[in-house]
């Protein structure tokens, strides 16, 4: 069966279901997805993660190793993870377990593990991996250029937290966060695999009414700068990590997507295909990758980009990229570059729709996005047609991708 949404009703709302038949593999898999409850939701930094840490901690009756004793006992995994519009629950098993998973998965709802001892042992794993990341200059850089970009926004905080916001957080902030973005009313159910439509539909029946009524609020939208500026962070590093980013006035509404996924793999998203790369490794060697991306979701659109080069070439890099973004959105692309996109990108698409929660995932960003199951197949299409005085009408209709904000760790 092709990919298929239907609304079922639950208490007084249509919840979403997208789901996908899958009969290669006697496996079924689930996602519980809360809109509007990541780390753009939280009140304190840190807090959407570690709410969902805590349900990886257990039930408070069986506790982390019980309750994993009795997912490892039948071969079910469940687990939850938060990114920034969503909170995610995650469970998968063979198809005979399947309806022991949702009974886990019911009981999990039910009763998570709010105790101190869970709350400590949450604290301990997110303090570990903050510490971590103190020396992890690819992230330092990354999150400082948002925090530039996005100055001022809940995009630009600390969403992944810092010590002291972990330590302040309490059990009666993450119950207070769970109860009020874990609804049935804001969920969409993505379910695929060996069942039926019919068997999806019950499962969700099973799950859905145990979690409360929530208030539902529109994701807020955020535009990055375009003040251009470079913010330098001194660390004990031997090469420079530069990160790169700049507003992108576009919307993910538009139907014309397929411009901009052109417009990015030649930008910075193809590899050796791409202009950065071409430019900055193959001609003058000052990197071993140079990528950019075109983001284009709910909460804002804008361009980020990244390399790392020697100390010395540091200066030389970052004007090398301000010049290939300025000659891109001045001059468009040739004929030989969009063919190559063009190959690429029609050539490989089996290759993203190989597994179920490939084809799951794509057919739920068509319904989060508004789009019509099938859009992404019609893109392909266009991708085909398109011409090259259109491509650069696009392109060169885009100057504020020049008004690059750089972030760079480098040394002391």
């Known amino acids: 069966m092709a990919d298929t949404v239907k609304e079922i009703t639950i208490k007084d709302t249509k919840v979403p279901v997208v789901f996908e038949e899958g009969k290669f593999i006697p496996i079924v898999s689930l996602q519980l997805v809360f809109t509007n409850a990541g780390h753009l939701s939280e009140t304190k930094d840190g807090l959407a993660d570690m709410s969902s840490k805590l349900f990886n901690e257990g039930t408070k009756k069986d506790g982390s190793v019980g309750f994993a004793e009795k997912l490892d006992a039948h071969a ?68 400082k250029l948002r925090e530039e970009l996005f100055k001022g926004t809940p995009l630009g905080r600390p969403y992944d937290g810092t010590v002291k916001s972990v330590k302040s957080v309490t059990l009666d902030d993450i119950e207070n966060f ?39 609020e529109q994701i807020k939208y955020f535009t990055a700068s375009d003040k251009k500026e470079t913010v330098i962070t001194p660390e004990d590093t031997q090469q420079a990590y530069i990160y790169f980013g700049a507003p992108f006035n576009y919307s993910y509404k538009e139907k014309d997507q397929y411009k901009a996924k052109i417009a990015e793999y030649l930008l910075g998203g193809a590899g050796f295909g791409s202009r950065l790369m071409e430019e900055i490794r193959v001609k003058r060697g000052l990197t071993y990758g140079a990528y ?85 197949k019609e893109q392909l299409k266009k991708i085909e047609t398109v011409t090259l005085d259109e491509m650069n009408d696009f392109i060169t209709s885009h100057k504020e991708l020049s008004e690059l904000s750089f972030s760079i760790v480098t040394k002391k």
């Open 76 to 143: 079910v995994d469940i687990s939850a993870h938060v990114g920034r519009e969503s909170f995610v629950f995650e469970v998968s098993s063979l198809k005979s377990e399947f309806p022991y998973a949702v009974e886990r998965l019911r009981e999990l709802l039910k009763d998570p593990n709010y105790t101190q001892k869970a709350l400590e042992q949450v604290k301990r794993q997110k303090i570990g991996w903050l510490t971590q990341k103190k020396s992890d200059f690819d992230y330092i850089a990354a999150t």
């Open 178 to 216: 769970i109860s009020s973005h874990l609804g049935y009313d804001n969920a969409i159910v993505v379910i695929g695999g060996d069942l039926s439509l019919e068997d999806a539909e019950k499962y969700t029946h099973e799950i859905l009414p145990l979690l409360p009524k929530v208030k539902r």
């Open 292 to 376: 950019a991306m075109l983001r284009r979701t709910k909460y804002a659109s804008y361009l980020s980009g990244y390399l790392q080069t020697k100390l010395s070439t540091q200066d030389e890099a970052k004007k090398l990229v301000q010049k290939v973004v300025d000659d891109f959105v001045s001059k468009g692309i040739t004929a030989e570059e969009l063919e190559a996109a063009k190959k690429f990108l029609v050539g490989s698409e089996p290759l993203r729709t190989e597994t179920l929660s490939q084809r799951l995932n794509r057919a739920y960003n068509e319904f989060y996005y508004g789009r019509p199951l099938g859009f992404s």
